[in-house]
């Protein structure tokens, strides 16, 4: 059998596009080649499950890769189902014409399709960016079928012939162009299978061909029966052999052929997913919890996200959640198919029903997709209102490690924000976990519709200590993404308004008021010697009769500005973000008029050391809120060694 040709292709200059530009990754070629022999492997199994194959007993199915950076050569070997000559020219020679649907039209009342990966017919091709040239050895399981060897320089001219190796199967071999012998590298190699093929179904063994022996590269494509006392014309020495086997050491697969995302969730033991997520996203803190996917009807799904447990405020909520199309690696945060939110989650997600575009790296435009998506935020919705209803200790537990993906999730998703509006929690002052109704109706006497919160425990201490004096009930809010979260509970509440602790200060902290005329007089005179001793005369003063006289001075920011501040932030706008950058505006200096310090500042306005308590007073209140400037933190250091040298 000799023939010559020119490869069929249905779009002019197509070839050079593939070669270049199919595929957005070049080290994907070993996915799309190893892809293929799981393919071969599966349509061959089918066709024994039909009756039209007779398995051998104890042939182990599997896909072998060698390397060799001697000849710049990368070879994939598998066991499958092969190719008659037929084969070869209708679905190598045609370019796009898919081998797997072929199969599956022809098959399609025996054998369902969920195990084919091949859409589209060109993963073969893939192998063109990197190879100058590329051999396939195969041969059909047919009986009879005579083996065939094809070879392709990478343009559009080929040559196919009959073969002298009939082991069933097929065996390509990619001659490594220039740019590309990275690829024949062992520890290149094996680093591209453990990305795109650490599950696929088949096991996946590598080879290192430049440390093969002649006897083991002689028998590199042939499967030697151990039964066979004849090599050639000479008989095996029994002994030497035995001994040569037992020196060679046993060849370990590169994959998990059985992920743990594909066995039923009560077969599954906490061991196993903990052990999972370590084992693939390289994260040796445990996971909080997880939810196994498993679906079947009206799509196939199957998958686990986990909850990873996050160290504090400042920690990124970056996760990763890996996209498998029948085991094979497809991407990682495909957001057509996560929604957005859960990508702050890390998991795997396998469905064999994703419309792939033609290089299987991206999705296709469909509806199908959106199905999925909603599937998905359903299941994750069921699981933790479940979880609050069933189990709320654990609930509770993990709320401060949850609760940024969800109150995200809140945000982006309105379908999931309405799920899960009656298991939002809010921690309070003394630890308790309250929902927003609760806390509105325990403080509806004192602060009807108000709900204040601390976004930093320490540095509002002194307001928190007030709360508590005053038997006022405050929640925890200290995540970046609560306060556009706020604003959203605003939106969707319009009685409720969110006030920070330090926020503008409530009428329970006053006693007795003061007189109009008092208040004026107060405000006009500490304003005057404030502005003065601080060099500040943007300053803003009120004045207020508090009912602990032992607090002297506060420091409160309009909770409108704060926000303002806070999204300027979060879009990394302005520097520092000091609110004086804004001209002082709702920053107010709130002095206690029935504190000493501050009656000796209204009695002693000229007095000798009334600039000094002054910007005292002033440092002590921001200091309550936030760290000093450098140059400011030197002088308050400075003036309080000054006063204290008065005490003496």
């Known amino acids: 059998m000799q ?67 001697k000849d710049k050569t990368l070879t994939f070997v598998d066991n499958g189902i092969g190719m008659t000559a037929e084969e070869v020219d209708k679905y190598i020679n045609q370019i796009a014409f898919s081998g797997a649907t072929d199969f599956i039209n022809k098959y399609k009342d025996k054998a369902n399709d969920d195990q084919i990966i091949g859409h589209f017919g060109l993963g073969f091709y893939s192998a063109f960016m990197v190879a100058d040239k590329v051999t396939i050895e195969t041969c059909s399981y047919q009986k009879d079928a005579k083996p065939v060897f094809w070879e392709c320089d990478g343009g559009t001219e080929y040559s196919m012939s009959e073969s002298d190796d009939d082991t069933r199967g097929t065996a390509i071999t990619l001659y490594l162009n220039d740019e ?11 680093e591209v299978i453990q990305k795109y093929c650490a599950f696929m179904p088949y096991n996946i063994y590598f080879i290192n061909e430049d440390t093969m022996d002649n006897e083991e590269k002689a028998e590199k494509y042939i499967e030697v029966d151990p039964d066979d006392e004849l090599i050639g014309d000479e008989k095996k020495d029994d002994k030497a052999s035995e001994d040569k086997e037992s020196k060679k050491p046993e060849r370990k697969p590169l994959n998990d052929t059985n ?15 903990i052990e999972f997520y370590q084992k693939v996203f390289l994260d040796f803190k445990k996971p909080l919890f997880w939810i196994h996917l498993n679906m079947d009807y009206p799509f196939n799904l199957k998958g686990i996200l986990y909850f990873p447990k996050i160290n504090n405020q400042y920690d990124q909520l970056e996760g990763m959640i890996k996209l498998y199309n029948n085991q094979v690696f497809i991407a990682d945060n495909i957001k057509e198919v996560i929604p957005e939110f859960l990508l702050l989650l890390k998991g795997v997600i396998d469905c064999p029903d994703l419309p792939l575009n033609v290089s299987r790296s991206a999705l296709q435009n469909d509806g199908f997709v959106k199905k999925i998506s909603d599937y998905i935020t359903k299941k994750v ?21 949850i609760s940024p993906f969800i109150k995200f999730g809140c945000l982006r998703d309105e379908k999931f924000c309405d799920k899960m509006t009656d298991y939002m929690l809010f921690k309070n002052l003394e630890g308790k976990y309250l929902t927003l109704p609760e806390y509105l109706e325990a403080g509806k006497e004192k602060y009807e519709n108000k709900v204040f919160y601390v976004s930093d425990e320490q540095a509002q201490s002194q307001y928190i200590n007030m709360f508590k004096e005053e038997g006022m009930d405050a929640v925890y809010l200290v995540h970046n993404i609560d306060n556009p979260y706020i604003t959203h509970l605003e939106a969707k509440n319009e009685n409720v308004k969110f006030l920070r602790i330090d926020a ?37 003063v009120k004045v207020e009769n508090l009912k602990n006289e032992a607090i002297s001075s506060m420091l409160t920011l309009s909770e409108e500005q704060r926000r303002m501040i806070e999204m300027m932030k979060a879009y990394s706008m302005g520097g520092a973000m000091d609110p004086s950058m804004f001209g002082g505006e709702g920053e107010t ?28 007073l002033y440092d002590l209140a921001v200091i309550a809120n936030k760290p000093l400037s450098p140059e400011a933190m030197t002088a308050f250091v400075a003036r309080s060694n000054e006063i204290l040298g008065l005490l003496i």
């Not at 992920?259 to 997913?273: N, R, S």
């Open 259 to 273: 992920p743990l995302w594909m066995k039923q969730p009560k077969d599954c033991t906490d061991e196993e997913y």
């Open 3 to 69: 023939k010559q040709g020119s490869l069929s292709i249905n779009s002019e200059n197509i070839f050079p596009i593939i070669k270049k530009w199919l595929y957005s990754d070049h080290d994907i070629f070993i996915r799309e080649l190893i892809s293929n022999g799981c393919d071969a492997i599966t349509k061959l199994k089918k066709l024994s499950l039909m009756g039209d194959y007779e398995e051998i007993e104890g042939e182990e199915y599997k896909i072998e890769v060698y390397a060799s950076a």
């Open 180 to 190: 590309c012998y990275e690829f024949a590298n062992e520890y290149r190699v094996r």
């Open 381 to 401: 919705a069921d699981k933790l209102s479940g979880m609050c209803k069933t189990d709320k200790e654990n609930y509770e537990k993990y709320w401060d490690d």
């Open 589 to 616: 200096l709130v002095l206690n008029a029935g504190n000493k310090l501050v009656k000796y500042v209204l009695d002693n306005p000229e007095g000798e050391h009334t600039d000094k308590i002054c910007c005292q």
């Open 504 to 540: 503008d200060l409530s009428d329970n902290f006053v006693g007795e008021a003061l007189t109009e005329e008092q208040t004026k007089e107060y405000t006009d005179k500490l304003s005057e010697v404030f502005k003065k001793a601080t060099g500040n005369d943007k300053l803003n």
